[in-house]
């Protein structure tokens, strides 16, 4: 089993900023990728950004130049640093691991979801 830990959400002004961060444990053989996906309420989960093991990134185009995704490859851990945060950036943010739990296997692990309120 693989467990996530997230940790950071909360309620900030519009304008600032956020540091989301997502620790793994169990059994991990190799993990392949980390990232953040977001849901807001009435519409579908969606991608924010993704960091591979070769340290390729992703964004989503409604979060580049404002957003910072990083990992901790010693640790397990990945960020993501939300600045210049909006209304429409609410949502329940959900922490993502593709891992290898043994050689040949791999699977999706998700965190429980930390909500994010951008609000005046």
């Known amino acids: 089993q693989v467990q996530l830990v997230e940790s950071g959400g909360g309620l900030v002004q519009p304008g600032g900023s956020l540091r989301l961060s997502c620790a793994a444990s169990g059994s991990i053989f190799r993990i392949i990728a980390m990232g953040w996906y977001r849901q807001a309420p009435g519409k579908q989960r969606e991608l924010v950004a993704t960091i591979n093991g070769g340290g390729g990134i992703d964004y989503a185009e409604s979060v580049k130049g404002r957003f910072a995704i990083s990992r901790s490859n010693a640790e397990n851990t990945v960020y993501l640093r939300m600045n210049s945060l909006q209304p429409e950036d609410t949502a329940v943010y959900y922490c993502?691991?593709?891992?290898?739990?043994?050689?040949?296997?791999?699977?999706?692990?998700w965190g429980q979801g930390t909500q994010v309120d951008v609000s005046s």
């Open positions: 993502n691991v593709r891992a290898y739990y043994d050689v040949r296997r791999w699977d999706d692990y």
